[in-house]
T-cell receptor, first 116, second 110 residues
Framework: NAGVTQTPKFQVLKTGQSMTLQCAQDMNHNSMYWYRQDPGMGLRLIYYSASEGTTDKGEVPNGYNVSRLNKREFSLRLESAAPSQTSVYFC???????????????FGPGTRLTVT | RKEVEQDPGPFNVPEGATVAFNCTYSNSASQSFFWYRQDCRKEPKLLMSVYSSGNEDGRFTAQLNRASQYISLLIRDSKLSDSATYLCVVSNQAGTALIFGKGTTLSVSS
């Protein structure tokens, strides 16, 4: 029972490089999310997808793009990485949008990204 | 006022102690409330949802005061395994996302 999986677990990039963080869930959830967590800042929402085919900006979307490839997969792309994007990135999913209906969010194990 | 505020701690307590965490939120339109637990270098996991009537799950009791926009978590008979960061979580005004507090760190010692 995998739940939410993320790849890679760790990544080091140089400034200006691009990369895509992958996320997949096997719980048949409709909604998926990308967060970043920085020391002293808590979890901040980057983008979310309420359902397959839709994506919306969260609190800190600048410098990122997302793709909801299908119901299972939601990827996060950094086109030109910057040191300010050094963070731990978490993907999450829920049955429906968590905010309105109290649905639990299930998180992946995270990707630790360092941009030098 | 920040959207979700928590005392960062750390709270250092001995095994068997009772400890309480508090949280305030700024958006009176929020509809969903939770406590999540996050172990060091791990992902957050739901501890419990919080309801207006208050709810209990074993040694854990959560309370919500909508008028004061205040949420609490009480842990009784603390165990070593309770050591973690506890995140207060509230839905945003649009009901489309969750807003996470920065967390309160608990350390239980023997």
């Amino acid at each position: 029972n995998a739940g939410v999986t993320q790849t890679p677990k760790f990544q080091v990039l140089k400034t200006g490089q691009s990369m895509t963080l992958q996320c997949a869930q096997d719980m048949n959830h409709n909604s998926m999310y990308w967060y970043r967590q920085d020391p002293g800042m808590g979890l901040r929402l980057i983008y979310y997808s309420a359902s397959e085919g839709t994506t919306d900006k969260g609190e800190v979307p600048n410098g990122y793009n997302v793709s909801r490839l299908n119901k299972r997969e939601f990827s996060l792309r950094l086109e030109s990485a910057a040191p300010s994007q050094t963070s731990v990135y978490f993907c999450a999913s829920s049955v429906g949008l968590a905010g309105g209906s109290g649905y639990e969010q299930y998180f992946g194990p995270g990707t630790r990204l360092t941009v030098t | 006022r920040k959207e979700v505020e928590q005392d960062p701690g750390p709270f250092n307590v001995p095994e068997g102690a009772t400890v309480a965490f508090n949280c305030t939120y700024s958006n009176s339109a929020s509809q969903s409330f939770f406590w999540y637990r996050q172990d060091c270098r791990k992902e957050p996991k739901l501890l419990m949802s919080v309801y207006s009537s208050g709810n209990e799950d074993g040694r854990f009791t959560a309370q919500l005061n909508r008028a004061s926009q205040y949420i609490s978590l009480l842990i009784r008979d603390s165990k070593l395994s309770d050591s973690a960061t506890y995140l207060c979580v509230v839905s945003n005004q649009a009901g489309t996302a969750l807003i996470f507090g920065k967390g309160t760190t608990l350390s239980v010692s023997s």
